[in-house]
């Protein structure tokens, strides 16, 4: 029992000497903020750098915007083409599934190009 009480003093003593007695008292520290606002800021996203586009970004815009613009012409002619035949009863079944095919095709280019040229993989 004499052994176990000089070792609690021993252990104490290391304790003092390396500095754990010194600790700064928790009164002295300000009290953290609990301001809500302050909470949320580290949930907002940092803003991302605005890049300014380049050339070839800027053509590619111009290629893709010339592509969706024949494609939404096509698309209201078929529409069209489709309207005349099915209420109007007019033979233009030939001129409507040549522009469907068209529309299709354009569709599927565009899709193409606008994910080759501006989808990051």
Not at 31 to 36: F, S, T
Not at 60 to 75: I, T
Not at 96 to 102: D, F, S
Request: proline share 7%.
């Amino acid at each position: 029992m004499n052994l176990l009480r000089v070792l609690r003093l021993l252990v104490a003593g290391a304790l003092l000497a390396l500095g754990a007695g010194h600790a700064p008292a928790l009164a002295a520290e300000p009290p953290p903020e609990n301001d809500g606002a302050h909470v949320l800021q580290s949930f907002q996203p940092a803003a991302p750098a605005v890049v300014a586009p380049d050339s070839t970004d800027l053509s590619r815009r111009w290629v893709m915007f010339g592509l969706g613009l024949p494609l939404l012409l096509l698309l209201l002619i078929t529409a069209a083409l489709g309207v005349a035949m099915g209420v109007y009863g007019k033979q233009v079944f030939l001129a409507h599934m040549i522009c469907a095919g068209l529309t299709v095709t354009l569709a599927v280019v565009h899709v193409i190009v606008g994910l080759v040229w501006f989808r990051p993989f």
